[in-house]
């Protein structure tokens, strides 16, 4: 069991920047994907961006160009910068871990969200 927890969500008006940032609590070196989600209110949970072991990353077309996404398996964390930040994109944000085990397992795990406002 993995446990996720996040933090740098806040209160931000549109325009500005916010860095999120979420710590594991095992070895992420062998993690195959960590990344970001959000879900807005009366929303489906949607992917935000996602980096890979090696260091691929993917990121949703609404958030191209002003987040980036990074990881720092020697902390255990995932990172999350996010600047010109619009109102749309309010919402609670989870930190997420999945892959598979050399045995095939897979496994996904969340954290318990951190809520970021954008005001106009």
């Known amino acids: 069991q993995v446990q996720l927890v996040e933090f740098g969500g806040g209160l931000v008006q549109a325009g500005g920047s916010l860095r999120l940032s979420c710590a594991a609590s095992a070895s992420t070196v062998s993690m195959d994907f960590m990344g970001w989600y959000r879900q807005g209110l009366g929303k489906q949970r949607e992917l935000v961006a996602r980096?890979?072991?090696?260091?691929?990353?993917n990121y949703a077309d609404s958030v191209k160009g002003r987040f980036t996404i990074s990881r720092d398996n020697a902390k255990n964390s995932v990172y999350l910068q996010m600047n010109s930040l619009k109102p749309e994109d309010t919402a609670v944000y989870y930190c997420?871990?999945?892959?598979?085990?050399?045995?095939?397992?897979?496994?996904?795990?969340w954290g318990q969200g951190t809520q970021v406002t954008v005001s106009a």
């Open positions: 980096i890979s072991k090696g260091g691929s990353t």
């Open positions: 997420n871990v999945a892959g598979s085990t050399w045995t095939g397992r897979q496994y996904v795990y």
